[in-house]
């Protein structure tokens, strides 16, 4: 898909006060500083569209991005650790959950796993709590370019392997890199495909 506009539509903090549920979403989460926000802006070819820091948890709303007026982009705050209270944390987790069981028109979900670092228990139980909701999804190995080819194959098989241990059959995964732009083709190859037979 060639990108003719990629624009920030907004930021929410409920669910319930989110607008556009006309048009094809496909949100992004992961754990804090997993290269959410670069890998967005890789995405939609934009540098600057999604906020990069390295604060861990800056994202703390639901932010939403309009590519070629045809698709959204839904920018989902980080789970797990984040300088925040634990309030603020549980109010997260909730509003994340809301929005993944409720979102009329989300036809993707992209989960993050940062490829330097083992599978963690809160990464696969949110991955096993997606699938047990029947959430579409796509794991995405992130910062494949801080490693040796070998290191990120062996690394994605630790991830693939842990998986199995309550999974017949490992979601479909992609390698990628916002540094080099590994995974630019199949994550919109997933897309396209997702809009085609939805």
Same mark, same amino acid.
């Given at each position: 898909?060639? =990108?003719?506009?990629?624009?920030?539509?907004?930021?929410?903090?409920?669910?319930?006060?989110?607008?556009?549920?006309? /048009?094809?979403?496909? #949100?992004?989460?992961?754990?804090?500083?997993?290269?959410?926000?670069?890998?967005?802006?890789?995405?939609?070819?934009?540098?600057?569209?999604? /906020?990069?820091?390295?604060?861990?948890?800056?994202?703390?709303?639901?932010?939403?991005?309009?590519?070629?007026?045809?698709?959204? =982009?839904?920018?989902?705050?980080?789970?797990?650790?984040?300088?925040?209270? /634990?309030?603020?944390?549980?109010?997260?987790?909730?509003?994340? #959950?809301?929005?993944?069981?409720?979102?009329?028109?989300?036809?993707? %979900?992209?989960? %993050?796993?940062?490829?330097?670092?083992?599978?963690?228990?809160?990464?696969?139980?949110?991955?096993?709590?997606?699938?047990?909701?029947?959430?579409?999804?796509?794991?995405?190995?992130? /910062?494949?370019?801080?490693?040796?080819?070998?290191?990120?194959?062996?690394? #994605?098989?630790? =991830?693939?392997?842990? %998986?199995?241990?309550?999974?017949?059959?490992?979601?479909?995964?992609? =390698?990628?890199?916002?540094?080099?732009?590994?995974?630019?083709?199949?994550?919109?190859?997933?897309?396209?495909?997702?809009?085609?037979?939805?």
């Amino acid at each position: 898909m060639k =990108i003719k506009t990629a624009e920030y539509v907004g930021s929410w903090e409920r669910n319930v006060d989110m607008p556009h549920r006309d /048009k094809p979403e496909f #949100a992004f989460i992961g754990r804090s500083n997993v290269g959410k926000s670069s890998l967005i802006n890789m995405v939609a070819e934009r540098n600057g569209l999604a /906020k990069t820091s390295s604060t861990p948890g800056k994202t703390q709303t639901l932010n939403l991005f309009n590519i070629n007026n045809e698709l959204q =982009i839904c920018d989902l705050p980080g789970y797990g650790y984040a300088k925040v209270s /634990k309030d603020k944390r549980e109010g997260f987790g909730k509003m994340i #959950a809301y929005y993944l069981r409720e979102r009329p028109n989300l036809y993707c %979900l992209f989960i %993050l796993l940062d490829l330097r670092i083992p599978p963690q228990k809160i990464d696969l139980d949110f991955i096993n709590d997606c699938g047990d909701n029947a959430i579409p999804m796509v794991i995405v190995g992130t /910062k494949a370019d801080k490693l040796k080819p070998v290191e990120v194959e062996a690394n #994605a098989q630790i =991830i693939k392997d842990a %998986l199995l241990e309550t999974w017949e059959e490992v979601p479909p995964f992609i =390698i990628s890199s916002s540094e080099t732009k590994q995974g630019h083709k199949e994550i919109w190859d997933v897309i396209k495909n997702a809009m085609k037979n939805g």
